[in-house]
């Protein structure tokens, strides 16, 4: 049974998205979602700060170029 919990740790779910941060693969509504390693990162960052302000203080280093690029868009 320990085996069975510890294996759990490595999922984050949100509503219908299922993150599997062990195997680095995403499902939503159960079909897996192809995500390069930078957009894995970003999803699984703001799964794991659901209903937090992100500021330029608190990203995380994996996360710099995400969230402040300089990018026109």
Not at 14 to 38: M, N, S
Not at 54 to 69: A, G, M, W
């Amino acid at each position: 049974m320990l085996s069975w919990l510890f294996t759990l740790t490595y999922l984050l779910q949100f509503e219908q998205f299922v993150l599997d941060r062990k195997g680095r693969q995403v499902y939503y509504r159960h079909q897996e979602i192809e995500l390069t390693a930078k957009e894995f990162n970003l999803l699984e960052y703001l799964m794991r700060h659901l209903n937090q302000v992100l500021t330029r203080d608190r990203e995380h280093p994996k996360c710099v170029n995400l969230f402040f690029c300089s990018a026109g868009f």
